[in-house]
């Protein structure tokens, strides 16, 4: 280690070198722990020019420094005028005439273990060993961990590379004509002053089978041609590249690395199975290098996969964010990640700085773009979902101060994906989406942010998709409706952020705007919950005089959304405010909706008189503005009212059926889907069911073809209903309970509760009273809260059935007489009537024929020849039951008295008749 210079060659000082040490306050221990240099006083060796360091060390110390060989004074073409390079145990020796695999620079050694990579492993190593490949760039963004990749394949393939494999890092370098020195210097070629590194390298690489690993390339681009004219003159030597760029060579074949596997976090696995995700079993991984007995458990499971969720599955985010489980837990961690791209730093002395901070890695591909790239990946940012190509030219195009742009645009996009700051995205009968990965968008907004352009391409972003959602509205309720379903769903991040915008910048009149156009489309896919959300934020924003007619549009679809979450003291008032706008304004379109949806709210809330006169008002206003949509659904409502309340079933067969032909003649598929489950109530009431199961099959089709889960939903009420009328009762339950996973999913709490009132009917027609009692239980207390008074009835009939059905008729006596009494309020002729029923069965077990004879005569009188129509569905069988055992009493003067008196009677007369009845 001490042994004198013995080239006769004057010794040059490396000044650069022991300023850059100086500079950072190191000694030359500091150096040489940092590089594994055995003796440190070889760094003082080095700084005194007494010896030259090896290509093995030049490297490490450019990479600590963060300074280019040139930088630090340490190129090859110096060595001639310097000290040789010191040879003993502390630094490999290299061969004077270069190009023996001893002399090559290895892969860097790993301390870490290998996770998630396995099949890509695999992969490039059957594609570097075939005949085709000569070049191989392994592309992706930073710190999805290409070089770590890259790194396991050269130290995999060193067996099949007969003459060896060789790493080269260009991390350090700055300048494109440095590459070919810096492969050479890896070589451990010995440069010969006069003679081009290129050829050299040809004479040393000639005939031999060697893997030339060369990482980072994206900033050193210009010298990709002379990658491949080496190729060329050595066609046993194989390249592996990795770069955020393609080279864009002839002979390139191009690998692109994906971020880690991360879970669905709405489907998330047993912990123990989530350790089959690559980027779970890394974070875990890399949280027991600093915690040994760290380990996934149900109370952090959620929170990691969460992190990694977010962290994009990107190894390097997810290797920095293991290093904060020093101080921080996963949930922790996870409530301080919107400063992520800050908080995720490392206090590892890393070779390459970049990798430091995920801020620094992202900020290093940003400030290789030209301005222009720049300036277009900045205002990309924007996109929370990602976009196509036609979406961000026509988004550039709408603005007037970009336009003119359309060629650069373009060219811009294609540089962006080749530099793997935009990903794409296929799937299946969807056009190619380019998208950012989430950190990398977050890094674009910051950027937004410094140059003064967030507000700018905020507006313009929230203006284009505002266009959109207008542009789709009115097209949703014809022949059109599926393909802008689908693609106002591709879009659905980014309404979702233009609509946010607009209310975070108080923007009124443009967030009411956005609400009554996105309002349809909430609709038909289900987004209840989210949408009643947006509806209060947009209603809660000062409010204008001018803005009075689209506010009142927007009062009619949060009072529209209220009343299907069954908040009916909101949906009244909404819908009452929005009825008095639209006159104000005289907006008779929105008139009709804000009329049939308070009448809807008023039904509800058993003020009958006022609904009734409501719903045929909206009919009449429909008729007046000749806008056939709103005609069609303004009938569809009377018309079920008129069924379901009044028993007029012509009257609503009649009015129905004009309903369903407007529909059909606009080519509306959700509304035809609609229509016909109400008539396919009309056709069971009627014992058409062959008629029934086509209108309710021809419906359910019609919503799988839209794909929107209320209309399916809605499908599956109508054929339930048909199984259950039929007898088919295990499919019914079937039905019913596929309902009620949908109405989770859509939030719509009141369908829960009524459709396990369906469940519980199935059960109890099975003979299992105890379950179907059980099943009411659970569902009592949310139809109080929702003050449904329909449900509570139907709900009380099933426990009088399910206690008359186990003998008990003195307690299910009491349970029909609590129903009459509400029934006195509510005026539910269908509950009414199995309620009766119920009550027959009771009187006639025991004994008491003159109050059953009573009771069914003021059923007969009430439905007269429409019997089913005011009938509970399959309660048909109940009646001509009970109406074959009270034939008998007809012998009996009494009986037939009772029910001559019953025929005549109104409401008021029976509910006191039952009430003196004693059980």
């Not at 089978?209 to 900033?219: A, G, M, P, S, W």
């Not at 379901?644 to 529909?663: F, H, M, N, T």
Request: charged residues 25%; contains cysteine; proline residues 3%.
């Amino acid at each position: 280690m001490g042994a004198n210079n013995i080239t006769g060659k004057q010794h040059i000082p490396n000044l650069q070198l022991r300023k850059e040490r100086e500079r950072r306050g190191w000694t030359y221990k500091d150096v040489a722990d940092r590089i594994e240099l055995p003796d440190s006083r070889t760094v003082g060796r080095w700084e005194r020019g007494d010896f030259f360091p090896s290509p093995h060390y030049r490297q490490k110390l450019s990479s600590i420094f963060g300074k280019s060989l040139e930088e630090l004074n340490l190129l090859q073409s110096h060595k001639d005028e310097a000290a040789p390079a010191l040879v003993g145990e502390s630094e490999p020796a290299v061969a004077s005439s270069g190009g023996s695999a001893s002399a090559f620079t290895p892969p860097p050694t790993p301390f870490t273990s290998f996770v998630g990579r396995e099949r890509e492993l695999i992969e490039i190593g059957e594609l570097l060993k075939r005949s085709d490949v000569y070049l191989l760039t392994l592309l992706g963004t930073g710190g999805i961990g290409k070089t770590s990749l890259a790194t396991q394949v050269a130290l995999k393939m060193g067996d099949h590379f007969t003459d060896g494999v060789c790493f080269v890092s260009l991390a350090a370098l700055r300048d494109a004509e440095l590459v070919l020195p810096a492969i050479a210097d890896a070589l451990g070629i010995q440069m010969i002053e006069g003679v081009e590194p290129g050829e050299q390298i040809k004479d040393v690489l000639q005939g031999k089978y060697v893997l030339l690993v060369i990482d980072n390339f994206e900033h050193v681009m210009m010298a990709a041609p002379l990658l491949e004219e080496l190729l060329r003159a050595c066609p046993e030597v194989k390249m592996l590249v990795t770069s955020r760029e393609a080279l864009h060579l002839a002979a390139e074949r191009e690998y692109n690395l994906a971020p880690l596997e991360v879970p669905d976090l709405q489907r998330l696995p047993a912990p123990v199975e989530l350790m089959n995700f690559a980027s779970i079993a890394l974070f875990v991984q890399r949280i027991q290098v600093q915690r040994a007995n760290f380990k996934i458990t149900h109370n952090n499971a959620a929170a990691i996969a969460e992190l990694c969720v977010r962290l994009d599955g990107l190894p390097l985010a997810i290797e920095l964010a293991a290093r904060m489980m020093k101080l921080l837990s996963p949930q922790v961690l996870l409530a301080r990640f919107p400063q992520r791209l800050h908080l995720l730093k490392s206090d590892l002395h890393l070779s390459d700085e970049r990798h430091r901070t995920l801020y620094q890695t992202i900020k290093w591909s940003y400030d290789l773009l030209d301005a222009q790239e720049k300036w277009l990946f900045r205002h990309l940012a924007v996109f929370v979902g990602g976009a196509t190509l036609d979406t961000i030219e026509a988004f550039f195009s709408a603005v007037e101060q970009w336009a003119g742009k359309g060629g650069e645009i373009l060219e811009g996009v294609r540089s962006l994906l080749n530099k793997s700051l935009l990903q794409q995205s296929e799937q299946e009968g969807e056009d190619v989406r380019l998208l950012m990965l989430d950190m990398i968008r977050e890094f674009g907004l910051h950027c937004l942010q410094t140059c003064h352009e967030l507000e700018e391409s905020k507006r313009a972003y929230a203006l284009y998709f505002l266009a959109e959602v207008e542009l789709a509205a009115p097209l949703l309720k014809g022949p059109q409706q599926a393909m802008w379903l689908q693609r106002l769903e591709q879009e659905i991040g980014d309404l979702r952020a233009a609509l946010g915008w607009c209310i975070e910048a108080r923007e009124t009149g443009l967030a009411l705007r956005f609400c009554e156009a996105f309002g349809k489309f909430c609709g038909l896919r289900g987004y209840w919950s989210e949408e009643q959300r947006w509806l209060k934020a947009v209603l809660a924003l000062p409010q204008k005089p001018e803005l009075r007619a689209i506010r009142a549009q927007v009062l009619r679809r949060a009072g529209h959304l209220a009343y299907r979450l069954r908040d009916l003291p909101a949906a009244r008032a909404l819908q009452e405010e929005s009825v008095r706008e639209s006159r104000a304004s005289g907006d008779k379109k929105n008139l009709v909706g804000a009329l049939s949806g308070l009448a809807r709210v008023l039904y509800r809330q058993n003020e009958i008189a006022a609904a009734a006169r409501l719903f045929r008002e909206s009919v009449q206003v429909a008729r007046q503005c000749a806008d056939h949509w709103a005609l069609a659904n303004a009938l569809e409502s009377l018309g079920r009212f008129l069924y379901r309340q009044e028993g007029k079933i012509d009257e609503a067969r009649s009015v129905l059926g004009e309903s369903l032909a407007l529909a059909r003649q606009l080519d509306d598929h959700e509304s035809i889907a609609r229509f016909l489950t109400t008539l396919v109530e009309l056709e069971i009431a009627e014992g058409n069911m062959r008629q029934a199961q086509e209108m309710a099959q021809e419906s359910y089709d019609l919503a799988l073809q839209l794909g929107t889960s209320p209309l399916i939903a809605l499908a599956l009420d109508a054929l339930g209903d048909i199984a259950f009328f039929e007898g088919n009762y295990e499919q019914a339950r079937q039905r019913f309970e596929q309902r009620i996973v949908m109405a989770r999913e859509l939030g719509d709490t009141s369908t829960i509760a009524s459709r396990a009132l369906s469940v519980a009917d199935c059960i109890l027609a099975r003979g299992d009273a105890a379950q179907a009692v059980q099943m009411v239980a659970e569902n009592l207390e949310p139809l109080y809260q929702q003050q449904d008074s329909s449900g509570i009835m139907t709900a009380m009939n099933i426990l009088g059935d399910a206690k008359r059905q186990d003998g008990n008729t003195v307690r299910a006596i009491a349970l029909y007489r609590d129903v009459l009494m509400r029934d006195g309020v509510a005026g539910d002729k269908r509950n009414r009537a199995r309620c009766l029923i119920g009550l027959i069965h009771c009187l006639l077990a025991q004994g008491d024929m003159e109050d059953a004879a009573y009771l069914f005569g003021f059923i007969e009188g009430e439905v007269g020849s429409k019997l089913r129509n005011s009938l509970y569905l399959a309660r048909y069988a109940e009646y001509t039951r009970v109406e074959e055992k009270v034939q008998v009493l007809s012998e009996e003067q009494r009986c037939v008295q009772a029910r001559d008196a019953g025929r005549r009677a109104s409401l008021e007369d029976v509910v006191k008749r039952v009430g003196g009845i004693v059980a």
